[in-house]
């Protein structure tokens, strides 16, 4: 798969350049290199990532909506403006009722 990565030098705005698509999860890279990534994902109402387990630390920070992050068992609400760290090793999932967009970034 070709992701195509946001220009370098140049001014963008990536919560404006991802829209909503129904019943589905809209992603765009930003950067990625070879241990990390930047990232924007938009979902749909009900649309949330599986349960995972990453080698690495996780930034998220909800810029639209609210999400549940749930972290080895634990629930957490984040709305728009908040973020999360979420340590390497430990599984996680998230979900939603609602529209939400967030900026990852994999440490």
């Known amino acids: 798969m070709n992701i195509?990565?946001?220009q370098k030098q140049m001014t963008h705005f990536p919560i404006k350049k991802i829209g909503?698509?129904?019943n589905s999860r809209v992603?765009?890279?930003t950067i990625r290199k070879s241990t990390d990534h930047l990232s924007t994902?938009?979902?749909d109402i009900g649309e949330g990532l599986s349960e995972i387990t990453s080698s690495f630390?996780?930034?998220d920070q909800i810029t639209e909506g609210v999400a549940e992050f749930i972290i080895e068992g634990t629930s957490i609400t984040l709305k728009a403006?908040?973020?999360i760290i979420i340590p390497a090793?430990?599984?996680n999932m998230i979900r939603t009722n609602s529209?939400?967009?967030m900026i990852q970034t994999v440490i």
Do not use: C, I, L, Q
């Open 81 to 83: 403006g908040d973020s």
């Open 20 to 22: 909503n698509a129904p």
């Open 99 to 101: 529209h939400y967009k």
């Open 89 to 91: 090793h430990k599984s």
């Open 27 to 29: 992603y765009k890279r």
């Open 41 to 43: 994902t938009s979902f």
């Open 4 to 6: 195509k990565e946001v």
């Open 57 to 59: 630390d996780t930034y």
